[in-house]
């Protein structure tokens, strides 16, 4: 008997596939091949062909919707349609950030109050908005689960203003699995250590931070999205059941230094 767990008929909904690097797309495969039935939605139209080929690999057919985070009648509509669609939502994949370029190097302080409310109604405030959108078509024991970094713990150069924004995501987990657990409910974050993904191109000193995890973190080495997708289906499934309100660090152990 396989030690893992079978995700048969259960609906799991992933939101952030931008392409093939995405966490959210190892994290789609990784449930895929647990057998899950799977949910994918995409920011906008012009995403929808990309998420197509890519879900043509899958084994299961999975249901494509869109859902723009910022908009809460998209996201009311998205969760009553997978509940219609798909019946009651055994979990939620969030891998979402989103912060102004501009406001991603030099000086903290520089960035805009604009700026700002953006990155965070984006970044931080869409988990609760997709988990108060989700609450009447939670299954029993229903697990969410969000991505997270470092920079929110402590000041990483040019994380600046996504750090901010994944301090109120990480304090936001922490209020979400203890209103949502008397209703079965787990929230929780995987940490990831530094990845290239469409996200971490041009952005900041990303190839510094990738050495600098390599020669220092107890594994001595960087970590693949597959690793945080494992990660990631141990909090969805049962294998994760007594956790919750937890941020767990898929980064080599560097976090530790
Ligand atoms: P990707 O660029 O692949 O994914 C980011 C996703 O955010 C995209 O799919 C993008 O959708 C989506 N997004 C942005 N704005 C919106 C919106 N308004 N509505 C809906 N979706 C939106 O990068 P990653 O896979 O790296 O990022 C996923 C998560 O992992 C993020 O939370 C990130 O902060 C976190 N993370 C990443 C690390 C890394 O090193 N890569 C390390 C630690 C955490 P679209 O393309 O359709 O606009
Ligand atoms: C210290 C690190 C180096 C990088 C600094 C900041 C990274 C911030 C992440 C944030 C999500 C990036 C953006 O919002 C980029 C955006 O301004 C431009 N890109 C896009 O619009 C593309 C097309 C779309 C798909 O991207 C999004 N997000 O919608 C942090 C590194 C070491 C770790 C990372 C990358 C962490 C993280 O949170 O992603």
Redesign the pocket.
Known sequence: MSIYPTLTNKTYVV?????K????WAIAKTLDAAGAKLVLT???ER?KSGLESLAADLNGEALLLE????NDAAIDTTFRTIHEQAGPIQGIAH????ADKEALRGEFSEMTRGQFAQALD??AYSLTAVVKAAKPYFAQDASVIT???LGGERVVPNYNLMGVAKAALDSSVKYLANEYGPHGVRVNAI?????R????KGVGDFNSILSELEQKAPLRRNVSAEEVASTGLFLLSSMGSGVTGEVIHVDSGYHIL
């Open positions: 939101m952030g596939i931008a392409n690097r995405s966490i959210a995409y920011a906008a995403f859902c723009d985070v910022t891998s979402i950030a989103f984006i970044s991505l997270t970094y940490s990831a250590g530094p990845i993904t469409l996200s971490a």
